[in-house]
T-cell receptor, first 111, second 117 residues
Framework: EDQVTQSPEALRLQEGESSSLNCSYTVSGLRGLFWYRQDPGKGPEFLFTLYSAGEEKEKERLKATLTKKESFLHITAPKPEDSATYLCAVQAQTSGSRLTFGEGTQLTVNP | EPEVTQTPSHQVTQMGQEVILRCVPISNHLYFYWYRQILGQKVEFLVSFYNNEISEKSEIFDDQFSVERPDGSNFTLKIRSTKLEDSAMYFC???????????????FGEGSRLTVL
């Protein structure tokens, strides 16, 4: 069974204070690992797809990296508008198009 | 910017009643999905739909659930004989192509909150 575990559950940062979110996964053949952002009361918003260990993707203050067992979402000099829940999801080679999500990390950036 | 729209935003129903949740995917998208999120829990896959048929479904998606694309624009989730544990936020999503689906680049709607009393 595919499993995704995210840590920490919640993270509170000061504006400008860089940090990282972790996503550990167990999957029978990884097709892709995905990061989404979810604002309260909204649907998940796609951020990145990573396919193989060593791959990195960047978007503004966010950078996602991937190893064979985990992924990190690095947030550099965050701003209050980066406050959201960040979701990690995996797609297994044997699971068709379904995504298996983690429980998310709730990030709060204080001004 | 194109978006996935869902109605209703919130529905309250009595246990045992049937509900239909509606979604209008992005117009040129070919793959459609329903996910749900029980309060405080993970987003969970329910079903994917392509070429007018279910392509994959989870263990959650039993005979109580059905999906339909009644016309060229709407995609619906029907829940028969609702139970208390069906209370959740239901998200519709779509993607542009088969390959798009496999890149995880799903576009989600804002969700329909279902409360079963």
């Amino acid at each position: 069974e595919d499993q995704v575990t995210q840590s920490p559950e919640a993270l509170r940062l000061q504006e400008g204070e860089s940090s990282s979110l972790n996503c550990s996964y167990t999957v029978s053949g990884l097709r892709g690992l995905f990061w989404y952002r979810q604002d309260p009361g909204k649907g998940p918003e796609f951020l990145f797809t990573l396919y193989s260990a060593g791959e990195e993707k960047e978007k503004e203050r966010l950078k996602a990296t991937l190893t064979k067992k985990e992924s990190f979402l690095h947030i550099t000099a965050p701003k209050p508008e980066d406050s959201a829940t960040y979701l990690c999801a995996v797609q297994a080679q044997t699971s068709g198009s379904r995504l298996t999500f983690g429980e998310g990390t709730q990030l709060t950036v204080n001004p | 910017e194109p978006e996935v729209t869902q109605t209703p935003s919130h529905q309250v129903t009595q246990m045992g009643q049937e509900v239909i949740l509606r979604c209008v995917p992005i117009s040129n998208h070919l793959y459609f999905y329903w996910y749900r999120q029980i309060l405080g829990q993970k987003v969970e896959f329910l079903v994917s739909f392509y070429n007018n048929e279910i392509s994959e479904k989870s263990e959650i998606f039993d005979d109580q659930f059905s999906v339909e694309r009644p016309d060229g624009s709407n995609f619906t989730l029907k829940i028969r004989s609702t139970k208390l544990e069906d209370s959740a936020m239901y998200f519709c999503a779509s993607s542009e192509t088969v390959f798009g689906a496999n890149t995880g680049e799903l576009f989600f709607g804002e969700g329909s909150r279902l409360t079963v009393l």
